[in-house]
């Protein structure tokens, strides 16, 4: 388990490298200058070249990396204007645009991401689990049909469509819900669920219908397989062998999809963030990317990136875990 | 040794679902597939007849009319149900007054063709990958397998965004769509492909065509391309509708398709601004966008049950199987 | 003594739902079952003979299959049984040890606690009273250290441990009647005599009845009292085991019987060429494997075959036995070169070709050919059989299309199929036929030497023996050397000249078939034969005797 572990500690940060290496060289080789791109359009020559300097534009592009990798594990300074702005370790850099360290913006932004994606994980989780084991236990009646014909459309729906057909519907026409905003729990928790709600259910109707799907198929399967039918051979009834064997089967993926699926959220709540207007990451990506803030979109990149990573570690541990058959090597 | 006790597991999972035909008639005899089928050709013809549909009308997509625009409400169609008249079958866009009909049929073209080609793509890519590592060299395949497990770990969405702006904007944008989502999609193809490959390499009708002195390109196209055809196929149907979503998705954030060509994300993007003035313009291009995935993701569905017997079985087991049955009744069928 | 037998079945009919239809899976089969007594049900693939068995326990109810007739077991009526009742029937009064014991336990609880599970559905105790039963009965089929390995999960247990625990669980709630189905299939010939024994031991304990389903019938000989034969969902044949083994009268069972490979019969295999030039000589051949592989992990390598040297001579048939795990597997298939051996050296006709590179094995493959075990996996499911057999002549630079359509017309008539089946494909063919092609394609490119990978082990007797026949003619016709490896010992006695006992990666016993297999000099081989399952019940039971007291002593 130990040795597991370091093994993908390792690789995770090998990974790591690949895609900051990936990022930073499509990002800085991009067309466009940088420092022009800092400065501003109506900067004049001498301007930008006084900012490339500051920014350590002007020294070859491997070093720059060398200075970025630097950055992140040690730190780095930048001059700004008179003193130094001293940027400590993670250091993803400093923003062209406020001049504010991206680390804390990325930090200030993060509560609201993980709010949005923790809530609609539980949302998700029992709606989806539920709907996927009723269906599995109903199998061949209306009732059933009707619930697969559900979940397949929710797969198909895009959560900006779903999220807007929902804003119209409850917050604008029916005045049911109050329009999304984001209150920190820990100002208004009352606040912060209200404001949440319609965010959460958009984003877990869409996962739900995934885990459904997942559930129904993993418990049919289980309950297909040969052990299936020696519990049924000595009496078992058919309660029992549902809620405690082919359940137990659905588990192992239904955990390790969680955590891929809240790891991956991190990066794609991008849409219902922009849809909802609330102030996460996504919406911070969005911006940046319209203000071509490089430093801010590669930092974004790479901490998206760590969380799919990391969830995937995690995944791979909860598989194991909960799947005493796996051996981790 | 070790690997004996999986081979009739696997040759059982590598056996062909019936041929083709088989298969299409399968396939045609549910409902749910034909609707979902007529969708999609319905869509495909609407594309294609795009400038013809929009002449009948009398409108083009990209032309302003600013005096079917109530000004005084900030640039809402005047009119019910967003400007909809004898003109405008569908009204006009908001803040511009292009005709929407003429969009939405125009923006159609572009939903298919990037989905497509994306698809395209990412199939393209992941078969060459997947086989490469499947039959390359151990070095070629940890290299690929390496690339792979990055291409996964890349937050997507968010690299697709950045990629999306930093590329000037006098680039396609249609075609930079494509690529960008084709370039980022192709490790589960890839992924696939060689796992298949290295279990089919594992079988023994591989082994006798080895020993019958055929050489490594006679068995990649005689004994392993056609047994991907099946699962390469159903998963490029599972990666359409995904493709769809994708192109809506970056046109409704500002980085796809932008005016004054049109695509259904990106009519989408003005929403947040308009929904509550003027719903019928919102709600146009999701209905549609939900009817083009929905279509793909049945028939995707249908495909992969049809062709993936496994999954098939485990589907069909709910109504049939129960106690003792698969084993008993494989017995006395056999 | 009891006025009721223990099992009475009466004209028991099992219909299954196929396409719109229906298939008639058992067809008015009948008989009685008193307490203590054992009847083997027999038969070959098909022949409903696991049906019935279910149909014991009621396990067709829900299925869509239908069913009628009558079942009582133990004044039950399988057939109409509901609710409590049937609970009761199944696991309280009478108790299933399933084939397949891996899959048949569910891999995420542990062992004591799905044994447990079963005796709580029948008996109103604790948590910890059941689990103190599952620790007893555990210990009663002879799991060591039964309290600790209670907590295990079936795949923490070996093959033969796990069948133990599935007869434990069905020991559970002592029931008065126990329904083997092919227990000891999945299992090494070693293990199988154990696990024959322990239900014996039980049966006479316990006084419960048994039936034991099985397709072999040395199985039987020793483990039943009375015997019924299916065929075709029918009963062939039923009576004392001593007699219809002994003393058959039905056709059917005389052919099911001659069919079964004899180990104590010596063959005659052939005879009149004599042994002529080596052709492959291997010289302390190893073969490990990498177990997990990758730059950042590195574990120990398993040797498959560790130092193995033989010879095979044209026109003899060298017989490589062993058990499962043994290496004969990946020794056949080093001596194609399918795989590269990691060490010793390889000779074919003087050539050292254990180092040799695909490109320049290509001239050489045509002499050396392979038959495969598993006839479904070996042909290529979307190419015509023609075309499979087709496939070595075209590579040799056949183009003539004529020439190539006679060829392999004679060589499928060669190997007892139609010529004019070019065309059709491997799905429409039973596992026989289908290994006949694999035959007429090893024959295609003119080999001198062929290796058969268990080339029987998938099929009913009657056709394993056709099969073995075919190959042995082949071989006098065609004066082939063969390499035949297979775990059946009385398979290879049949077909063998000279015999390797193959056991964890070497060879511990070779010589003439007739020495190996008459006066055993290695104390493993001793153990393999005798475990080996014979069809003479008398001789049977003194084997069991000797078995016991061997392990006694």
Redesign the interface.
Same mark, same amino acid.
């Given at each position: 388990m130990i040795r597991f572990l370091l093994r993908k500690a390792l690789?995770l940060v090998?990974?790591l490298l *690949?895609?900051s290496l $990936?990022?930073y060289a !499509?990002?800085y080789l991009?067309?466009?200058d940088p420092a022009q791109l800092a400065c501003g359009e109506k900067c004049s020559p001498a301007q930008v070249l006084q900012v490339r300097e500051r920014l350590g534009l002007d020294a070859p592009v491997h070093l720059q990396y060398a200075h970025f990798l630097q950055g992140i594990v040690a730190g780095r300074d930048f001059s700004a204007g008179t003193g130094l702005l001293h940027c400590p370790a993670p250091c993803l850099g400093v923003s062209y645009r406020s001049g504010e360290q991206v680390t804390d913006m990325i930090a200030a932004r993060l509560p609201v991401t993980a709010s949005l994606a923790l809530g609609a994980m539980v949302i998700w989780l029992v709606l989806g689990v539920g709907t996927g084991l009723l269906s599995?236990l109903r199998?061949?009646r209306l009732g059933e049909r009707l619930l697969t014909a559900l979940t397949? *459309?929710g797969?198909? $729906?895009?959560v900006? !469509?779903i999220g807007?057909?929902l804003?119209?519907v409850l917050c604008?026409?029916l005045r049911w819900l109050p329009f999304p905003s984001y209150t920190p729990l820990t100002e208004d928790p009352q606040q912060w669920f209200w404001g949440l709600l319609l965010p959460w259910f958009s984003l877990a109707l869409i996962e739900s219908a995934k885990y459904a799907r997942l559930t129904r198929?993993a418990v049919?399967?289980t309950?297909?397989e040969?052990h299936i039918?020696t519990f049924?051979?000595y009496g078992v009834g058919e309660r029992r062998l549902v809620t405690r064997h082919a359940l137990r089967g659905a588990l192992t993926p239904v955990i390790a999809l969680t955590a891929l699926d809240l790891g991956?959220m991190?990066?794609?709540a991008?849409?219902t963030e922009?849809?909802f207007?609330l102030p996460g990451l996504g919406k911070l990506?969005?911006t940046s990317?319209?203000l071509?803030d490089?430093p801010t979109?590669v930092g974004?990149?790479l901490v998206?990136?760590f969380?799919?990573?990391l969830a995937?570690v995690v995944a791979d541990v909860l598989y194991a875990v909960t799947d005493r058959r796996v051996v981790l090597t | 040794?070790?690997p004996?006790e999986t081979?009739?597991g696997?040759?059982?999972a590598?056996?062909?679902a019936a041929g083709g035909r088989q298969v299409w008639r399968r396939l045609l005899a549910r409902r749910t597939v034909r609707a979902a089928g007529l969708v999609v050709v319905l869509l495909v013809l609407t594309a294609a007849a795009a400038p013809l549909l929009t002449a009948v009308e009398g409108q083009d997509p990209t032309s302003y009319h600013n005096d079917l625009l109530d000004s005084a409400a900030g640039g809402v169609p005047t009119g019910s149900f967003g400007g909809v008249s004898a003109e405008h079958w569908l009204g006009v866009e908001p803040g511009t007054g292009r005709d929407v009909f003429a969009r939405l049929v125009h923006g159609a073209r572009i939903s298919l063709l990037v989905a497509v080609g994306a698809t395209l793509v990412q199939v393209a890519i992941g078969v060459l990958l997947g086989l490469a590592a499947g039959l390359g060299s151990?070095l070629l395949d940890?290299l690929i397998g390496?690339t792979t497990?990055?291409m996964?770990?890349?937050?997507?969405?968010?690299?697709a965004?950045?990629?999306?702006?930093?590329?000037?904007t006098d680039f396609s944008r249609p075609l930079l769509l494509t690529l960008v989502i084709g370039l980022l999609g192709w490790a589960g193809t890839s992924r696939l492909v060689r796992a298949q490959t290295l279990s089919l390499k594992q079988?023994?009708?591989v082994?006798?065509?080895?020993?019958?002195?055929?050489?490594?390109w006679?068995i990649a196209r005689?004994?392993l391309l056609?047994?991907l055809a099946a699962p390469v196929l159903t998963y490029a149907a599972v990666l359409l509708?995904t493709n769809v979503?994708s192109e809506?998705?970056l046109s409704?954030?500002?980085?796809g398709v932008k005016p004054p060509t049109s695509s259904w994300g990106q009519m989408?993007s003005g929403?947040?601004t308009w929904?509550?003035a003027d719903?019928m313009y919102?709600?146009l291009p999701?209905a549609l966008?939900?009817a083009t995935?929905?279509a793909?993701?049945?028939l995707g569905?249908a495909v992969r049950t049809e062709l993936d017997p496994r999954?098939a079985?485990?589907?069909r087991?709910?109504?049939?199987?129960?106690?003792?049955?698969?084993?008993?009744?494989g017995?006395?069928?056999? | 003594m009891s006025p009721e037998p223990l099992v009475q079945v009466r004209d028991l009919v099992?219909d299954?739902?196929?396409g719109d239809g229906h298939?008639r899976?058992v067809d008015g089969v009948g008989f009685t079952l008193e307490a203590g007594q054992a009847l083997g049900i027999v038969g070959e693939?098909?022949s409903?003979?696991?049906?019935v068995a279910?149909a014991l326990l009621g396990?067709?109810?829900?299925?869509?299959?239908r069913t009628g007739g009558s079942v009582l077991v133990a004044g039950v009526d399988a057939v109409t049984a509901e609710g409590e009742e049937l609970r009761r029937l199944r696991g309280g009064s009478a108790a299933m040890v399933f084939q397949d014991p891996l899959s048949a336990l569910d891999p995420y609880h542990a062992v004591g606690d799905q044994i447990a599970e079963v005796v709580r559905v029948h008996r109103p105790v604790s948590r910890r009273a059941a689990r103190a039963r599952a620790v007893e009965v555990l210990d009663r089929v002879g799991i060591a250290d039964p309290a600790r390995r209670s907590r295990s999960r079936p795949h923490e247990f070996s093959g033969g441990m796990r069948q133990r625990v599935l007869i434990a669980m069905a020991l559970a709630c002592e029931p008065r009647l126990l329904v083997a189905d092919e227990p000891t299939t999945a299992l090494d010939v070693t293990v199988q005599a154990q696990i024959l024994d322990l239900l014996h031991e039980l049966r006479t304990e316990t006084g419960a009845g048994l039936v034991l389903v099985t397709h072999d019938l040395g199985v039987v000989a020793g483990s039943v009292d009375r015997v019924l034969v299916m065929k075709d969902?029918r009963a062939v044949e039923h009576g004392p085991v001593a007699d219809v083994l002994g003393a058959p009268r039905e056709p059917y069972t005389r052919a099911l019987l001659s069919a079964v490979p004899r180990i104590d019969a010596p063959a005659a295999p052939g005879q009149g060429t004599g042994p002529g030039e080596v052709l492959l000589e291997a010289t302390d051949l190893r073969r490990e494997?990498a177990t997990r592989?990758?730059?950042t992990r590195r574990t120990a390598p398993?040797t498959?075959v560790d130092g193995v040297s033989l010879t095979v001579r044209a026109g003899e048939t060298l017989g490589i036995v062993g058990e499962s795990?043994?290496?004969k597997?990946?020794l056949g298939?080093m001596l194609?070169r399918?795989l590269e051996p990691t060490g010793g050296r390889l000779h074919y006709r003087g050539r050292d070709i254990g180092a040799l590179g695909?490109r320049e094995l290509?001239?050489l493959?045509?002499e050396?050919?392979?038959v495969?075990?598993?006839p479904?996996?070996?042909?290529?499911?979307?190419?015509t059989i023609g075309e499979?057999v087709a496939?070595?002549l075209r590579?040799?630079g056949e183009r003539d299309e004529r020439r190539i359509r006679a060829r392999v017309g004679e060589l499928l008539e060669r190997v007892g199929l139609d010529a004019d089946w070019y065309h059709r494909y491997p799905?429409e063919f039973s596992g026989g036929q289908r290994q006949r092609v694999?035959i007429a394609?090893?024959l295609?490119?003119g080999p001198r030497l062929i290796v058969c990978d268990e080339p029987v082990s998938a099929l009913d007797v009657t056709t394993q023996a056709h099969v073995v026949a075919l190959l042995g003619e082949l071989q006098r016709d065609l004066g082939l050397a063969l390499v035949f490896v297979a775990h059946d010992l009385a398979v290879v006695r049949q077909v063998s000249d000279r015999v390797a006992v193959m056991r964890a990666g070497r060879i511990v016993e070779q010589g003439d078939a007739d020495t190996v297999y008459d006066s055993p000099q290695h104390p493993y081989t001793k153990g393999l034969l005798a475990a080996v399952p014979v069809l003479d019940p008398v001789e049977a039971t003194a084997r069991r005797h000797a078995r016991l007291a061997a392990a006694g002593a």
């Amino acid at each position: 388990m130990i040795r597991f572990l370091l093994r993908k500690a390792l690789g995770l940060v090998g990974v790591l490298l *690949a895609i900051s290496l $990936v990022v930073y060289a !499509v990002f800085y080789l991009a067309p466009g200058d940088p420092a022009q791109l800092a400065c501003g359009e109506k900067c004049s020559p001498a301007q930008v070249l006084q900012v490339r300097e500051r920014l350590g534009l002007d020294a070859p592009v491997h070093l720059q990396y060398a200075h970025f990798l630097q950055g992140i594990v040690a730190g780095r300074d930048f001059s700004a204007g008179t003193g130094l702005l001293h940027c400590p370790a993670p250091c993803l850099g400093v923003s062209y645009r406020s001049g504010e360290q991206v680390t804390d913006m990325i930090a200030a932004r993060l509560p609201v991401t993980a709010s949005l994606a923790l809530g609609a994980m539980v949302i998700w989780l029992v709606l989806g689990v539920g709907t996927g084991l009723l269906s599995a236990l109903r199998r061949g009646r209306l009732g059933e049909r009707l619930l697969t014909a559900l979940t397949l *459309a929710g797969t198909a $729906v895009p959560v900006f !469509v779903i999220g807007l057909v929902l804003l119209i519907v409850l917050c604008a026409q029916l005045r049911w819900l109050p329009f999304p905003s984001y209150t920190p729990l820990t100002e208004d928790p009352q606040q912060w669920f209200w404001g949440l709600l319609l965010p959460w259910f958009s984003l877990a109707l869409i996962e739900s219908a995934k885990y459904a799907r997942l559930t129904r198929s993993a418990v049919l399967e289980t309950l297909a397989e040969d052990h299936i039918r020696t519990f049924r051979a000595y009496g078992v009834g058919e309660r029992r062998l549902v809620t405690r064997h082919a359940l137990r089967g659905a588990l192992t993926p239904v955990i390790a999809l969680t955590a891929l699926d809240l790891g991956t959220m991190f990066g794609s709540a991008v849409l219902t963030e922009s849809l909802f207007g609330l102030p996460g990451l996504g919406k911070l990506l969005v911006t940046s990317v319209g203000l071509i803030d490089l430093p801010t979109v590669v930092g974004l990149t790479l901490v998206t990136g760590f969380c799919v990573v990391l969830a995937n570690v995690v995944a791979d541990v909860l598989y194991a875990v909960t799947d005493r058959r796996v051996v981790l090597t | 040794m070790a690997p004996r006790e999986t081979r009739a597991g696997e040759a059982r999972a590598a056996a062909p679902a019936a041929g083709g035909r088989q298969v299409w008639r399968r396939l045609l005899a549910r409902r749910t597939v034909r609707a979902a089928g007529l969708v999609v050709v319905l869509l495909v013809l609407t594309a294609a007849a795009a400038p013809l549909l929009t002449a009948v009308e009398g409108q083009d997509p990209t032309s302003y009319h600013n005096d079917l625009l109530d000004s005084a409400a900030g640039g809402v169609p005047t009119g019910s149900f967003g400007g909809v008249s004898a003109e405008h079958w569908l009204g006009v866009e908001p803040g511009t007054g292009r005709d929407v009909f003429a969009r939405l049929v125009h923006g159609a073209r572009i939903s298919l063709l990037v989905a497509v080609g994306a698809t395209l793509v990412q199939v393209a890519i992941g078969v060459l990958l997947g086989l490469a590592a499947g039959l390359g060299s151990r070095l070629l395949d940890q290299l690929i397998g390496n690339t792979t497990e990055v291409m996964l770990a890349l937050p997507s969405l968010v690299f697709a965004i950045s990629l999306m702006a930093v590329v000037p904007t006098d680039f396609s944008r249609p075609l930079l769509l494509t690529l960008v989502i084709g370039l980022l999609g192709w490790a589960g193809t890839s992924r696939l492909v060689r796992a298949q490959t290295l279990s089919l390499k594992q079988l023994d009708h591989v082994a006798a065509a080895r020993l019958a002195g055929a050489t490594r390109w006679r068995i990649a196209r005689r004994e392993l391309l056609p047994a991907l055809a099946a699962p390469v196929l159903t998963y490029a149907a599972v990666l359409l509708p995904t493709n769809v979503v994708s192109e809506a998705g970056l046109s409704f954030l500002g980085v796809g398709v932008k005016p004054p060509t049109s695509s259904w994300g990106q009519m989408l993007s003005g929403a947040t601004t308009w929904f509550r003035a003027d719903p019928m313009y919102v709600l146009l291009p999701s209905a549609l966008l939900f009817a083009t995935v929905l279509a793909f993701t049945v028939l995707g569905d249908a495909v992969r049950t049809e062709l993936d017997p496994r999954a098939a079985s485990r589907l069909r087991v709910g109504t049939t199987g129960g106690p003792g049955g698969p084993g008993t009744t494989g017995e006395a069928a056999a | 003594m009891s006025p009721e037998p223990l099992v009475q079945v009466r004209d028991l009919v099992v219909d299954f739902p196929v396409g719109d239809g229906h298939l008639r899976a058992v067809d008015g089969v009948g008989f009685t079952l008193e307490a203590g007594q054992a009847l083997g049900i027999v038969g070959e693939s098909g022949s409903g003979k696991s049906t019935v068995a279910s149909a014991l326990l009621g396990l067709h109810r829900g299925t869509g299959a239908r069913t009628g007739g009558s079942v009582l077991v133990a004044g039950v009526d399988a057939v109409t049984a509901e609710g409590e009742e049937l609970r009761r029937l199944r696991g309280g009064s009478a108790a299933m040890v399933f084939q397949d014991p891996l899959s048949a336990l569910d891999p995420y609880h542990a062992v004591g606690d799905q044994i447990a599970e079963v005796v709580r559905v029948h008996r109103p105790v604790s948590r910890r009273a059941a689990r103190a039963r599952a620790v007893e009965v555990l210990d009663r089929v002879g799991i060591a250290d039964p309290a600790r390995r209670s907590r295990s999960r079936p795949h923490e247990f070996s093959g033969g441990m796990r069948q133990r625990v599935l007869i434990a669980m069905a020991l559970a709630c002592e029931p008065r009647l126990l329904v083997a189905d092919e227990p000891t299939t999945a299992l090494d010939v070693t293990v199988q005599a154990q696990i024959l024994d322990l239900l014996h031991e039980l049966r006479t304990e316990t006084g419960a009845g048994l039936v034991l389903v099985t397709h072999d019938l040395g199985v039987v000989a020793g483990s039943v009292d009375r015997v019924l034969v299916m065929k075709d969902g029918r009963a062939v044949e039923h009576g004392p085991v001593a007699d219809v083994l002994g003393a058959p009268r039905e056709p059917y069972t005389r052919a099911l019987l001659s069919a079964v490979p004899r180990i104590d019969a010596p063959a005659a295999p052939g005879q009149g060429t004599g042994p002529g030039e080596v052709l492959l000589e291997a010289t302390d051949l190893r073969r490990e494997f990498a177990t997990r592989g990758g730059l950042t992990r590195r574990t120990a390598p398993v040797t498959a075959v560790d130092g193995v040297s033989l010879t095979v001579r044209a026109g003899e048939t060298l017989g490589i036995v062993g058990e499962s795990g043994s290496g004969k597997t990946t020794l056949g298939r080093m001596l194609v070169r399918l795989l590269e051996p990691t060490g010793g050296r390889l000779h074919y006709r003087g050539r050292d070709i254990g180092a040799l590179g695909e490109r320049e094995l290509r001239p050489l493959r045509r002499e050396l050919q392979m038959v495969f075990q598993d006839p479904v996996a070996s042909l290529n499911p979307r190419r015509t059989i023609g075309e499979s057999v087709a496939d070595p002549l075209r590579v040799a630079g056949e183009r003539d299309e004529r020439r190539i359509r006679a060829r392999v017309g004679e060589l499928l008539e060669r190997v007892g199929l139609d010529a004019d089946w070019y065309h059709r494909y491997p799905h429409e063919f039973s596992g026989g036929q289908r290994q006949r092609v694999g035959i007429a394609r090893a024959l295609a490119p003119g080999p001198r030497l062929i290796v058969c990978d268990e080339p029987v082990s998938a099929l009913d007797v009657t056709t394993q023996a056709h099969v073995v026949a075919l190959l042995g003619e082949l071989q006098r016709d065609l004066g082939l050397a063969l390499v035949f490896v297979a775990h059946d010992l009385a398979v290879v006695r049949q077909v063998s000249d000279r015999v390797a006992v193959m056991r964890a990666g070497r060879i511990v016993e070779q010589g003439d078939a007739d020495t190996v297999y008459d006066s055993p000099q290695h104390p493993y081989t001793k153990g393999l034969l005798a475990a080996v399952p014979v069809l003479d019940p008398v001789e049977a039971t003194a084997r069991r005797h000797a078995r016991l007291a061997a392990a006694g002593a």
